[in-house]
């Protein structure tokens, strides 16, 4: 094993709340209550596109630029700020170079571009963001495969991916990567299972543990990615991931 990959908007940084929190007060601007999960899952697997399923089509042509106009304001001045690292993932990277491992960072939304603690984040990793241009599986194929040549590995195989949405899930996997995930309020576990993650933990304190009790067993190969059974799929003796439930 030979790195790790994290994205950045759901696993690394709370950014995916904050964003969610931005859209439902601009819509509700808009006249538009929607749950917050369902906007929530809707960015999660079409990034802004989602737009299209909060406004029927009239008032899209008519209020869409000016909705995108607005949120954007709202997110700057009010959740912009509440941006920041998820506990325990500072303690996970320091753990991850200490053992030599290197570690890549992805995100799928712009906004996070020159993010003032995603910043200080590349320069304590010495790594830099690599953004996805769209939530599809094959965007994010592009910029994982822009990440293994940034660190210079050769074998998708060598690298874990550790993500919380099934489209980066399913981009890893195609790739021929382990996939980790992590449960969010937008994907259970079992989805996350079913896009291939190879194991799935509750929260970035137990992918700490995992790293601190336990070496790595290595890449499965493309046999036992197969037909690995779903009770066999904890590789640690330590830590188990959490148990698909039927």
Known sequence: MKAFIFDVDKVVMNFSDQQALSWREALRHFCQDVPLQSIRRKLSEQGTASLSTFFPANRLNQYGQAFINHVALVYKDKYQPRVQVRPQMYELFEELRASGLKVGLIAGKPELSGNRRLAQLETLLQTRTRFAVSESVQSLMDVLSDTLIMHEIDDPSDVIMVCATPSLAQAARALNMRVIGLVSSDFSEAELCAAGCH????????????????????????????????????????????????
């Open 199 to 246: 194991e799935v933990y509750e929260t970035p304190a137990a992918l700490l543990q995992l790293v601190e009790r336990s070496p790595w067993s290595g890449p499965l190969s493309r046999s036992q990615q197969r037909h690995q059974p779903q009770e066999n799929r904890a590789t640690l003796q330590h830590l188990r991931p959490l148990t698909i439930k039927s």
